[in-house]
């Protein structure tokens, strides 16, 4: 279930209209769903752009260094949804940072493109 609830606030940060270059946190309302009832929970996530080079000339060496918005996720609280006894699990961002991009668990591509509306 935190799995899910995860997936679904990560989904929520890149579904975002407006850009926001550098790295903090910010408010959004996640739907969390228990005993066939969905509520919305509110959390914060670390959303934003980190600061990345470039380079014209693509080294087989020695890759350019990326960065991505990162937070510490190790606070969860749970919420229990009026009539059902299970609580879910959802994450809470409590600060955010720009760190190095961490290939065993994130995709560290170059973002071909970023558009703001």
Known sequence: MQLVVMATVLALAGASKRCSFGCSLQNVSIPVESCGKTEYVYTTICEGYCYNEDPVYMSPVKRAKQYVCNGDWITYEV?????CSEGVTYP???NCQCTSCDEDNTDCGRVSSI???
Do not use: N, Q
Not at 79 to 83: A, F, H, P, S, V
């Open 79 to 83: 919420k229990y949804i009026r009539g």
């Open 115 to 117: 558009s703001c509306f």
């Open 92 to 94: 809470v961002a409590k």
